[in-house]
């Protein structure tokens, strides 16, 4: 099974004093990525994952969210400036992940 995944969803800015954004990931990868990833999250259930949106590509970790039921993707203004994004704007989003159980890569697919 490949650890590489693609979706497209909107960039969304955090209601509150910081200027952060997100991209929510759809409930279902969301679910498989959980699934597969129990037994390696890091604090705060946290997923190490190398994302690719246009041509950027970069480190960050997943974050689980409760009120969005599914992982939230943190993307940075560096990226956001570079590829033209907009919140509530869609984003091609590509995304490896970087730890798996049993000390196996993420893999290339």
Do not use: C
């Amino acid at each position: 099974m490949s650890a590489d995944y693609a979706f497209r969803a909107p960039l969304w800015r955090w209601q509150g004093e910081s200027p952060w954004h997100f991209v929510t990931l759809p409930e279902e990868q969301s679910d498989e990525i959980d699934e597969r990833t129990r037994d390696v999250q890091r604090g705060f259930g946290s997923i190490r994952v190398e994302v690719t949106v246009g041509t950027t590509v970069w480190a960050t970790s997943l974050f689980p969210s409760t009120n969005h039921g599914a992982y939230l993707l943190p993307v940075k203004k560096a990226v956001r400036v570079a590829e033209g994004l907009t919140a509530d704007e869609p984003v091609d989003v590509r995304l490896r992940l970087l730890d798996l159980p049993g000390g196996a890569p993420g893999s290339r697919g």
